[in-house]
């Protein structure tokens, strides 16, 4: 079965760093997503994406944060200066049309 | 509004028994109700969703039940197996979509052999 692929795994950063988090979506689908994960708190929707345009986005999902599709087959989050806040786990998640989202086993972000 | 709520935190559950988490929400715009499942170092996997025009959706030896008055559901586990312990998370989406969803905060399910 297809999977959404997220890389790395475990990123750790220090605090004001950038970093870029990648994920690989299931190849025939068309709409993207990440969420975040605050260690034992729920998971929350940051942005969507779709036709290489962000669809809709949340109050988290502020100017630190951005998306992009550098390719066919990449869809990746950065976060420009990242603060102890920013730790949590990450997901990426895919679907094609009004398929359900498809989740990534998710990049936890560790700032220090 | 756009809240989630979520019960209980954490069940212990025997071997064979049935596993019930509940689920509350405010916005009545939500139309799209689906459960997911998570194991530790995984992503969340949808398990069964629900759309507010039955009161209820079985798949298999788990059951959403919903009440759209009270607007609640719940996820019922039936002959509950070890194999079933995850954390169960319920969610809730508006504009007739399955994206930008609304969660719960899960719930932690023990089965114990």
């Known amino acids: 079965e297809p999977e959404v692929t997220q890389t790395p795994s475990h990123q750790v950063t220090q605090m004001g760093q950038e970093v870029i988090l990648r994920c690989v979506p299931i190849s025939n689908h068309l709409y993207f997503y990440w969420y975040r994960q605050i260690l034992g708190q729920k998971v929350e929707f940051l942005v969507s994406f779709y036709n290489n345009e962000i669809s809709e986005k949340s109050e988290i999902f502020d100017d630190q944060f951005s998306v992009e599709r550098p390719d066919g087959s990449n869809f990746t989050l950065k976060i420009r200066s990242t603060k102890l806040e920013d730790s949590a786990m990450y997901f990426c998640?895919?679907?094609?049309?009004?398929?359900?989202?498809?989740f990534g086993n998710g990049t936890r972000l560790t700032v220090t | 509004q756009q809240q989630v709520k979520q019960s209980p935190q954490s069940l212990i559950v025997q071997k064979g028994g049935i596993s019930i988490i509940n689920c509350a929400y405010e916005?009545?715009?939500?139309?799209?109700f689906p459960w997911y499942q998570q194991f530790p170092g995984k992503g969340p996997a949808l398990l069964i969703a629900?759309?507010?025009?039955?009161s209820e959706k079985k798949e298999g030896r788990f059951t959403i039940s919903f009440n759209k008055s009270a607007k609640q559901f719940s996820l019922h586990i039936m002959d509950s197996q070890p194999g079933d312990s995850a954390t169960y998370f319920c969610?809730?989406?508006?504009?007739?979509?399955?994206?930008?969803?609304?969660f719960g905060k899960g719930t932690l399910l023990t089965v114990n052999p």
């Open positions: 629900i759309r507010p025009d039955v």
């Open positions: 998640a895919s679907r094609q049309g009004p398929s359900p989202l498809h």
């Open positions: 916005n009545t715009a939500f139309d799209y």
């Open positions: 969610a809730a989406s508006t504009g007739g979509s399955n994206y930008k969803l609304t």
